[in-house]
């Protein structure tokens, strides 16, 4: 078999209208346009019948086949495009080039699909860039001859060469192309996520929350439906917390999951992110697609992609969110909601920590209140209860001192109605009225020698008052009240010495009786209001209680508060 061979001059025109071909071929940069160009390029040199590239993929795998020279009903019938094996693997693998007369006579060959078009002679050559095969140019049915030339051959190596420059191009602009786009979509995911973020910066409403979350996710993805689980306070069930999706109105049959049960419980229970992809046609038993709602199946849903909401105390519930797309979340998607969900798990456990937070106020508003009533009108009632008794006692020894007690005692009540009315009020006793502290240690006095036989002596500051806040002024009030109505309830005391002194930082208020003592190690602070109180008053003020006693050696309770200098000077009552 003969080859036909060009003339010195034929050959160098033939070149030289190859090098100006392919200068505007390296000026092309869409990949696919780039294929076709490269394809019909080749053909027209070697006046070819049928003319191909192919381009391998980063795994050397034959990624993209392009031919040219048979009509688009002639490439859908083949069975499949080449898939790299016989004499277009072989090219894969090698750097020389392939010329043969007969293809069927070549050992290499392992055969056409069916429905391919017959073809004889053959000439490929690979692409190279460096020492990276990029690709691969291939050529059958020389139409002026019978086979390829040598000099063909040299026209499509210099061809392959101008091909690689061209390919690497293309192959730089889609790099940088895909760049840019994912500089887009990071700045637009930015966007969404810094809005979204300041939204759950101030935000305590979960319902809100959630709404505002779904909102988001559905601009961004467009899926069918969105949902969101949270797990109930038990942590072992995840119930529907909200919706978004007018086209469907639910993605599961259930509204409610176990720890661990279907995909949702799972998701929880692991606290990673997981798909369940419906496969064509649909199988509902098959993959956990029979746990979807029928509405779901029917409106073409064909994956549901769920991630956790995940919090500082562990998984507080579950974004599920359906589609209609066979392609899988990408990267930047993948970020965008596993970011989202960080967020907004966050920012349910603070709406969660929030509300009880309230809750705890209210309690603690309650507990302050039984301490006030305690402190404040319950002692008062007490005392007056103390005042009686003195009358029943002096009823028949001295009527008219009797007559003054009962006077005092109805003074009292009318002044603990007052305190009752204004409590109702503001839910706060005036206890000291418009008296400084000292004054209203005096009342206190006056009220406890009235009801006791017990000596009191009470020391304090000379001008009569201190420079002390009127939180603090309250706090030693009560805690003096609790102490005297402790003594005069328990002590049996017949002394009491109270001595109210201040120092650079502090103001302190200790009382002391020679009553009957107690064990401090066993009552300590937890039995009855009393010593509990006075150490909850003064710790709420910066201060802070101490107790000392021992069973028939009195008792004395030093308290102290922050306070400014002031000079003290003993006024002994």
């Not at 496969?279 to 746990?291: C, K, L, N, Q």
């Not at 009957?516 to 802070?544: P, W, Y």
Request: hydrophobic residues 40%.
């Amino acid at each position: 078999m003969t080859e036909s061979t060009l003339t010195r001059e034929q050959l160098a025109s033939r070149l030289a209208a190859l090098h100006r071909a392919s200068l505007e071929l390296i000026k092309e940069i869409s990949p696919e346009a780039l294929l076709e160009r490269i394809a019909v390029l080749a053909r027209e040199q070697v006046q070819a019948r049928y003319a191909a590239v192919g381009v391998l993929g980063a795994d050397g795998s034959l990624k993209q086949f392009f031919p040219i020279g048979m009509s688009e009903d002639e490439v859908q019938q083949m069975a499949h495009p080449p898939v790299g094996k016989g004499l277009i693997g072989q090219l894969m693998r090698s750097r020389e080039t392939i010329r043969i007369p007969v293809i069927l006579a070549d050992e290499r060959h392992s055969g056409f699909p069916s429905n391919h078009p017959t073809m004889t002679s053959f000439l490929g050559v690979p692409i190279y860039s460096g020492e990276q095969q990029l690709g691969q140019i291939y050529l059958t049915d020389k139409l002026t001859a019978a086979e390829f030339s040598a000099d063909d051959q040299q026209v499509i190596e210099i061809l392959a060469a101008y091909a690689a420059v061209a390919l690497q191009n293309a192959s730089l602009y889609d790099q940088i192309r895909q760049r840019e786009q994912n500089l887009t979509r990071r700045n637009t995911n930015l966007t969404l996520l810094n809005s979204l973020a300041s939204f759950l910066e101030s935000s305590t409403d979960v319902e809100a929350i959630l709404e505002r979350t779904l909102a988001e996710i559905t601009s961004y993805l467009r899926p069918i439906a969105a949902e969101v689980y949270l797990t109930k306070e038990d942590g072992r069930c995840l119930n529907l917390a909200n919706h978004s999706g007018s086209l469907l109105n639910r993605i599961w049959k259930q509204t409610s999951f176990k720890n661990g049960e279907g995909v949702v419980g799972k998701t929880a229970l692991g606290n990673y992110a997981s798909v369940l992809r419906v496969p064509e046609p649909i199988h509902p038993s098959h993959d956990g697609s029979a746990a979807l709602d029928d509405n779901a199946l029917q409106a073409g849903v064909r994956q549901v992609v769920c991630f956790p909401l995940s919090g500082r105390s562990g998984v507080l519930g579950v974004l599920c969110v359906a589609l209609t797309r066979q392609e899988l979340l990408d990267d930047l998607e993948s970020q965008f909601l596993s970011t989202i969900c960080l967020w907004v798990g966050m920012a349910v456990e603070n709406a969660q920590l929030d509300l009880q937070k309230r809750r705890l106020a209210v309690l603690e508003e309650r507990e302050r209140i039984g301490m006030d009533l305690h402190d404040g009108i319950i002692q008062d009632i007490y005392a007056v209860g103390l005042t009686l008794e003195h009358v029943r006692l002096l009823l028949d020894s001295d009527p008219q001192q009797a007559r003054l007690r009962i006077e005092q005692a109805v003074a009292n009540l009318n002044n603990t109605i007052r305190d009752i009315r204004s409590y109702i009020l503001d839910l706060r006793p005036r206890k000291l009225h418009e008296e400084n502290l000292m004054d209203g240690l005096r009342r206190l006095v006056a009220e406890f020698r009235g009801n006791t036989n017990a000596e009191v002596n009470l020391k304090g500051p000379a001008q009569g008052s201190i420079d002390l806040a009127d939180t603090h002024a309250v706090a030693l009030f009560h805690i003096c009240q609790e102490a005297l109505a402790n003594i005069a309830k328990h002590a049996r005391a017949t002394h009491v010495e109270i001595t109210l002194w201040t120092t650079p930082d502090r103001v302190l208020l200790e009382i002391h009786d020679n009553g009957a003592g107690f064990d401090v190690n066993r009552v300590k602070f937890s039995i009855g209001h009393g010593l509990s109180n006075m150490q909850t008053r003064a710790r709420s003020v910066g201060g802070d209680v101490e107790v000392t006693s021992d069973p028939g050696d009195g008792t004395t309770i030093l308290t102290w508060v922050p306070s400014s200098n002031l000079d003290t000077l003993d006024i002994d009552l």
